[in-house]
């Protein structure tokens, strides 16, 4: 089963609009990184929140970070069409382990 | 410019054709993955490699090889590809594995 799990699978919003995607996870974690990917490219890191930070700000990107409820949050404010990609959470295992595993994404779509 | 490069970006093979899939960073990075992408199953990690000569399994590591001799370049190897490892690879680098992952371009793998 997938260690991260994103809902919802899609997402469709008019230009301006908040977006708010969210991340499930099942065990201990480092830090979790959302990646945005456009129309099957390669992944661009977006930010990066630690186990022991709870929110993180980068222009119109809010991460929040629960590790009570193994779960996370993106919120991207004042949408744009240019926010149009899908959204991944990856969270590299703690505890000695060196694999990274990446949830199943989020499809936005923005509407002009 | 820092960068990941995989070659080749598209490939069409048959059944049984051993083929690799090369992957190169010029960022000094230690740590190294390679990740297939299907429709909504995300990213799955194949196999990574936190040094020279150090790699392991990640969660779908049936079919594939790798190799890490120099600390630059992480081949992909499909000794002999069956069409369910028709998929989307990336390669991907980071300082450590739980750092931020640059990602290649990807590679369009299609195995008839």
């Known amino acids: 089963s997938q260690q991260g799990e994103e809902d919802p699978q899609a997402l469709s919003i008019q230009e301006g609009e908040n977006a708010t995607m969210n991340c499930s996870y099942k065990t201990s974690i480092n830090n979790l990184q959302w990646y945005r990917q456009n129309s099957g490219r390669g992944l661009v890191h977006l930010i990066l929140i630690r186990s022991n930070e709870r929110e993180k700000h980068s222009g119109r990107l809010r991460v929040t970070l629960d590790t009570s409820k193994k779960s996370s949050s993106l919120l991207i404010t004042a949408s744009r069409a240019a926010d149009t990609a899908s959204y991944f959470c990856a969270t590299p295992r703690s505890g000695g382990y060196q694999k990274v595993t990446f949830g199943t994404g989020t499809k936005l779509q923005v509407i002009p | 410019e820092a960068q990941v490069t995989q070659n080749p970006r598209y490939l069409i093979t048959v059944t049984g054709k051993k083929l690799t899939v090369t992957c190169s960073q010029n960022m000094n990075h230690e740590y190294m993955s390679w990740y297939r992408q299907d429709p909504g199953l995300g990213l799955r990690q194949i196999y990574y490699?936190?040094?020279?000569?150090?790699?392991d399994k990640g969660d779908v590591p049936e079919g594939y090889k790798v190799s890490r001799k120099e600390k630059r370049n992480f081949p992909l190897i499909l000794e002999s590809p069956s069409p369910n490892q028709t998929s989307l690879y990336f390669c991907a680098s980071s300082l450590l594995a739980t750092d931020t992952q640059y990602f290649g371009p990807g590679t369009r793998l299609t195995v008839l």
């Open positions: 490699s936190m040094n020279v000569e150090v790699t």
